[in-house]
T-cell receptor, first 112, second 112 residues
Framework: NAGVTQTPKFQVLKTGQSMTLQCAQDMNHEYMSWYRQDPGMGLRLIHYSVGAGITDQGEVPNGYNVSRSTTEDFPLRLLSAAPSQTSVYFC???????????FGPGTRLTVL | GIQVEQSPPDLILQEGANSTLRCNFSDSVNNLQWFHQNPWGQLINLFYIPSGTKQNGRLSATTVATERYSLLYISSSQTTDSGVYFCAPPNAGGTSYGKLTFGQGTILTVHP
């Protein structure tokens, strides 16, 4: 199993550009989520999904969209990048809600 | 939501020393995870521990859910143990279902 994979590892954007961060897992996990990690702020939940076709907002959803068309994939879209979105983004998955969660390697995003 | 407090915030050890990291949380939890974030930024699962004690090599963890705390023990520390240690209980329900609430972490530095 590859576990949770994320691409790209690094990305630099200009303000106003859009992009999609990819997340995939091959463990047949139903629950998937996106976090961002900022210095002094810990990890904060952006969006999550309890299964294909079902998504919901976390604590910092503004400026991000998600969709879940398959069990395996959970992409995160930045609609119009802002410098405040400079962060490290982690995707996580677990078999079900409340089960052990596993994290991908992260994407380091810089918005100029 | 649940509040998580970790102590100490920083810890410096000589190789071979033992240490105890503490995680206090404000509400009842059904489970709790401990992670190690290595110097490359990866979040590595250490323990998924609802209650009781688990051991994995030189590391062990104890969660006393009724008293709302968990302890992570590191014995015979090695330089590769350096990094940040997080505890994270999940939301049991309501908004952001399944969200892991991360403490601020303990920064561990092990010197040779």
């Amino acid at each position: 199993n590859a576990g949770v994979t994320q691409t790209p590892k690094f990305q630099v954007l200009k303000t106003g550009q859009s992009m999609t961060l990819q997340c995939a897992q091959d463990m047949n996990h139903e629950y998937m989520s996106w976090y961002r990690q900022d210095p002094g702020m810990g990890l904060r939940l952006i969006h999550y999904s309890v299964g294909a076709g079902i998504t919901d907002q976390g604590e910092v959803p503004n400026g991000y969209n998600v969709s879940r068309s398959t069990t395996e994939d959970f992409p995160l879209r930045l609609l119009s990048a802002a410098p405040s979105q400079t962060s490290v983004y982690f995707c996580a998955s677990s078999y079900g809600v409340g089960d052990e969660q596993f994290f991908g390697p992260g994407t380091r995003l810089t918005v100029l | 939501g649940i509040q998580v407090e970790q102590s100490p915030p920083d810890l410096i050890l000589q190789e071979g020393a033992n240490s105890t990291l503490r995680c206090n949380f404000s509400d009842s939890v059904n489970n709790l995870q401990w992670f190690h974030q290595n110097p490359w930024g990866q979040l590595i699962n250490l323990f998924y521990i609802p209650s009781g004690t688990k051991q994995n090599g030189r590391l062990s963890a104890t969660t006393v859910a009724t008293e709302r705390y968990s302890l992570l023990y590191i014995s015979s520390s090695q330089t590769t143990d350096s990094g940040v240690y997080f505890c994270a209980p999940p939301n049991a329900g309501g908004t952001s279902y399944g969200k892991l609430t991360f403490g601020q972490g303990t920064i561990l530095t092990v010197h040779p």
